[in-house]
T-cell receptor, first 113, second 113 residues
Framework: ETGVTQTPRHLVMGMTNKKSLKCEQH?????MYWYKQSAKKPLELMFV???????ENNSVPSRFSPECPNSSHLFLHLHTLQPEDSALYLC????????????FGPGTRLLVL | GDSVTQMEGPVTLSEEAFLTINCTYT??????LFWYVQYPGEGLQLLLK?????DKGSNKGFEATYRKETTSFHLEKGSVQVSDSAVYFC????????????FGGGTRLMVKP
């Protein structure tokens, strides 16, 4: 148990659906991250929030929309996804952006049909 | 930009065998270096780290030494166990904007009884 929880753990959605992934950290951290882990690519950083402000967007398509209402919660809103978006989406947190250790949640396994 | 090269897996070993997973990196300056581990069905966890040249990080019988001259941070364990079966990620902390981690592609380790 790392102190970072993600829901749902598994999600199947059609290309026309809208869904949201949720991440919550109980560590008092101020930075939160979304990563994409797919079978044939290295772990990809998608977004970074530091003190609720988005500081990094690694050229992520607009069909992925992050939201960080407070330092403990991070959402990833999904709409009109493509099958190639199927992957494990990992959330992480750290004391602040650039802090040495990131703590990861278990991930949401997403399948887009 | 920063980059990481890890040996490709899977690496299959028998229990009590010696393990080496190679990692080399390119980065600006002298980044902190990390190994993360991902057990089946879980997110990534920090395994060990080293913050300056010649430092040795160690945890759970694993070791890695920060080699500035060869820009390497190879992971070693003298006697692996079945429970060590996981995916291992090498990650230097980039001195680029935000000091973000750059993850290698991961090396899957399978240990057989």
């Amino acid at each position: 148990e790392t102190g970072v929880t993600q829901t749902p753990r598994h999600l199947v959605m059609g290309m026309t659906n809208k869904k949201s992934l949720k991440c919550e950290q109980h560590l008092g951290h101020n930075a939160m991250y979304w990563y994409k882990q797919s079978a044939k690519k290295p772990l990809e950083l998608m977004f970074v929030y530091n003190f609720k402000e988005q500081t990094e967007n690694n050229s992520v398509p607009s069909r992925f929309s992050p939201e960080c209402p407070n330092s403990s919660h991070l959402f990833l809103h999904l709409h009109t996804l493509q099958p190639e978006d199927s992957a494990l989406y990992l959330c992480a947190s750290s004391q602040a952006q650039g802090s040495e250790t990131q703590y990861f949640g278990p991930g949401t396994r997403l399948l887009v049909l | 930009g920063d980059s990481v090269t890890q040996m490709e897996g899977p690496v299959t070993l028998s229990e009590e065998a010696f393990l080496t997973i190679n990692c080399t990196y390119t980065a600006t300056g002298y980044p902190s270096l990390f190994w993360y581990v991902q057990y089946p069905g879980e997110g990534l966890q920090l395994l060990l780290k080293a913050t300056k040249a010649d430092d040795k990080g160690s945890n759970k019988g694993f070791e890695a030494t920060y080699r500035k001259e060869t820009t390497s941070f190879h992971l070693e364990k003298g006697s692996v166990q079945v429970s060590d079966s996981a995916v291992y990620f090498c990650a230097p902390e980039g001195r680029n904007a935000g000091n973000m981690l750059t993850f290698g592609g991961g090396t899957r380790l399978m240990v057989k009884p």
